[in-house]
């Protein structure tokens, strides 16, 4: 809802903006062709062409305005921006057409033919009306485009800015040959014609460099600087290996940009999810942008062996746990538990397998031996033979028998939660352990692997027995 609001907001006061352009536009209009018919001065015709146009300009920004903000839909899936820089690029044409009539008008008048002009004090003071109108609007149009990044109002304040500068020409232009007729000095006529020539000059430089940037938003080329800062910015972030590329389009004030970024091989879905997650709000963070990450997993320079190894099982889609190595002579030795399909054969096993020892070996070319420990991967979820309440005798002695090995393992301190199923004719016992917690991880799995094998020799009706280690601070 406040997503919305903001937008509405926004959309209105552009609106706003270019009705007031149109307005300013329509009256300075008619306040330079009044001038014109008074005076029939080329200076000033020049900027009544210029204001026509300036209408003409402010009508196809507010249309592009009321356009390019609608949402996308089904025939416009990037939106309707581009109307905002196609708006832009027919103003920056319509610009070039006016300076050339005035440019054509100026040397006909100089070299060809003599124009009496009329000028007065009160055709300067509506051309300084006109000047602060012009600044006015401007300063109006310039805010608000820089508020929302409307490539459309920048240019109708870019317009008007120039209107600035080629008023105080024109102004300056006909107050020459107003004294000139004053003082009996009628070369300075041709100070009018002089003045339509740097209004015409003002007009062309205008209008190339606002094509110039038009025609690079409508030919989708990247703003300096842009696409080496989002690749800097997305390489720096945690879990990215490297940028491979990226690519942004603009339409309107919005950014469009695709990255594509590699990331560990050995990454999750969910892993790579997040990061992808990541990327497109510090993209956003820069430029206002709707973001595209594609990743691609690599293995990182550092990658270790076990990595290696898991990314090898990962990409044949099969589960593995339990990978040791040993090297000696310069020889590796590999082994681990592959987990399969409990309803599979032993020879389609095998064959899977098989398809991972080949690829483990080529990590280290002829120096590697592996053996593999195929065990089911264990989808049945099993239901108990007894009731809780009957295993109760057995679980205390488990337990007491437990608590008792700390005289022989230091590194226990007690057990407790010791639970005891009996499933599918097999006697499955489960208990959570205290042990020291500043043990390496190593050692305690070499505690609790000597702790197993010791209840299953005390207990040899039980089939299988599982302990959960954890610190004194988490009991």
């Avoid at 910015?233 to 469009?256: Q, S």
Wanted: proline content about 3%.
């Amino acid at each position: 809802m406040v997503l919305s609001r903001g937008l509405h907001t926004a959309i209105e006061e552009k609106k706003r903006a270019a009705l007031l352009s149109i307005g300013s536009a329509m009256l300075l209009l008619c306040l330079k062709t009044f001038l014109v018919i008074r005076t029939d001065s080329l200076g000033i015709l020049s900027e009544a062409l210029h204001s026509g146009l300036d209408l003409v300009a402010a009508v196809i920004t507010f249309l592009s305005v009321r356009v390019s903000d609608r949402p996308a839909d089904e025939r416009h899936p990037y939106g309707h921006g581009k109307f905002e820089n196609f708006s832009a690029f027919i103003e920056t044409g319509l610009l070039i057409l006016t300076a050339v009539y005035i440019i054509y008008e100026a040397f006909h008048r100089l070299f060809f033919r003599s124009v009496h002009i009329q000028p007065s004090v009160t055709a300067i003071l509506i051309l300084l009306v006109a000047l602060s109108i012009d600044m006015t609007r401007a300063r109006t149009l310039n805010v608000v485009a820089k508020r929302y990044s409307s490539e459309a109002l920048e240019a109708d304040a870019l317009h008007f800015s120039t209107d600035v500068w080629s008023t105080i020409v024109v102004i300056l232009g006909v107050a020459l040959v107003w004294a000139g007729n004053v003082w009996n000095l009628p070369w300075l006529a041709y100070a009018d014609s002089l003045a339509g020539l740097a209004v015409a000059g003002v007009i062309i430089w205008v209008g190339s460099q606002l094509g110039r940037r038009t025609l690079d938003a409508l030919l989708d080329a990247a703003p300096a600087g842009l696409q080496d800062q989002l690749v800097t910015e997305v390489g720096n972030i945690d879990g990215v290996l490297r940028v491979e590329r990226v690519r942004l389009r603009r339409a309107g004030n919005r950014y469009f940009v695709d990255a594509t970024v590699s990331v560990a091989r050995t990454a999750n879905l969910e892993q790579v999810h997040a990061l992808t997650d990541k990327i497109e709000k510090r993209i956003a963070q820069i430029v206002p942008a709707d973001v595209i990450v594609h990743a691609e997993p690599r293995a990182p320079r550092d990658e270790h062996l076990f990595e290696s190894v898991r990314a090898v099982a990962l990409r044949l889609g099969l589960a593995v746990h339990d990978v040791t190595a040993s090297q000696q002579d310069g020889h590796l030795f590999v082994e681990l538990h592959l987990e399969v399909d409990e309803n599979l054969s032993l020879r389609e096993a095998h064959r899977r397998a098989t398809e991972l020892e080949d690829g483990i070996r080529e990590l280290g070319k002829d120096n590697v031996d592996v053996n593999i420990h195929i065990e089911p991967l264990g989808r049945h979820i099993a239901t108990p033979d007894t009731r809780a309440g009957e295993m109760r005798q057995l679980e205390l002695s488990v337990e007491t028998f437990l608590n008792g090995m700390p005289s022989t393992y230091d590194e226990l301190i007690n057990c407790h939660e010791v639970r005891v199923r009996q499933v599918e004719h097999h006697i499955l016992v489960s208990c959570h352990c205290v042990m020291k917690s500043d043990l390496s991880i190593t050692r305690v799995h070499d505690v609790t692997a000597a702790l197993e094998d010791s209840v299953k020799e005390r207990f040899p009706q039980i089939s299988r027995v599982t302990i959960h280690p954890e610190p004194p601070e988490a009991s």
